[in-house]
């Protein structure tokens, strides 16, 4: 069963959300190509990187077959975002392409699990 929730306990929640930008991973044109390991690995690393700055807080790889590869919450606006994607080894090599989205969340959800050491 679900919790419950009244309109004022929404109206209260809705109000501490803040802007974030959601961006949107797609299989580019020379995705899955024969040398693209070594790319795909770095485009982690940055990631990881982006997450310990506090710039990419949740970053979800897609697990199905689909053309979306991965999503990513980030803290930056638009043009930041967009500028970060841009940057991306994957992207820069054509392995990957994106989208970007202004979006609202709650500051300081978290993925649910085991608390990770850094």
Not at 55 to 81: K, Q
């Amino acid at each position: 069963m679900s919790t419950p929730i009244s309109d004022d306990f929404m109206q209260s929640m809705l109000a501490t959300t803040r802007e974030y930008t959601v961006v949107v991973l797609y299989a580019g044109p020379a995705y899955g190509g024969p040398d693209t390991r070594p790319i795909v690995w770095e485009h982690g690393r940055r990631n990881f990187s982006l997450r310990a700055d506090g710039r990419m807080p949740i970053v979800v790889p897609v697990l199905d077959d689909s053309p979306i590869c991965g999503v990513g919450v980030l803290t930056v606006g638009l043009d930041d975002a967009e500028a970060l994607m841009d940057d991306d080894p994957g992207v820069r090599a054509g392995i990957f392409t994106y989208t970007v989205h202004p979006g609202r969340s709650f500051p300081g959800d978290a993925l649910p699990g085991a608390q990770e050491p850094r």
